[in-house]
């Protein structure tokens, strides 16, 4: 079953589990960081998906730096970058949503106070990450 994804418009990547916990971002080391929305129900910020190759670019439309929007997996998390930075995302449906993958790694968040997103190619037992499982919802 494919992921139905109209690109240009913006959506709302829900966490699938119940929470409603969206995509939010945080400013560390002069970059925003994306994570999951603290509170429960909460959307977080829109994202509009660019059509690029096999996948898409995501665009969040809110930064603290103009020009900085586009996620990009890096070693300690997932940044917003200069859309020529951006990783592109291809979009797989599991059993439970939406799964994004980027160069065999997919879209998860760490289980600890905070939801911090990362890009790894597998979760093992006990290492307090999840795969993120996305529903999407039209934003206003």
Known sequence: MAV????????????????????SREPYM??????LANDRG?????VVFHAKGAGFT??????NWGGYSYLQAVGNGVKLVQE?????????SGGQG?????????LVYGT????????????????GKEFAYWKLEKAG
């Open 58 to 63: 995501i665009e969040m439309t809110s930064s």
């Open 30 to 35: 002069n970059w925003d960081y994306c994570l």
């Open 84 to 92: 020529g930075d951006a990783h592109v995302w291809v979009p797989e």
């Open 112 to 127: 600890g106070s905070k939801g911090w997103l990362y890009a790894f190619a597998s979760i093992l037992p006990n290492l």
């Open 98 to 106: 939406a799964l994004f993958k980027s160069y065999e790694n997919y």
């Open 42 to 46: 909460n959307k977080g910020y829109p």
């Open 4 to 23: 139905d994804i109209t690109p240009e418009i913006r959506y709302h990547m829900v966490l699938n589990d119940g929470s409603d916990r969206g995509i």
